[in-house]
């Protein structure tokens, strides 16, 4: 989408090109954070 012609279509590609990154970003670092949080209060 970001190679479209369509100015919209490329701002709309960025968007979810930006949101994947961050979700990629969360899923590496701060969700494993929040599990070891959990198992740390247990012991």
């Known amino acids: 989408m970001t190679l479209s012609d369509f100015p919209l279509t ?21 969700l494993p954070l929040l599990g070891g949080a959990r198992l740390k209060k247990r012991v």
């Not at 490329?10 to 701060?30: E, H, K, M, S």
Request: hydrophobic share 65%; aromatic share 10%; charged share 10%.
């Open 10 to 30: 490329q701002r709309f590609g960025l968007v979810v090109l930006a949101g994947c990154i961050i979700d990629i970003l969360a899923n590496l670092f701060v």
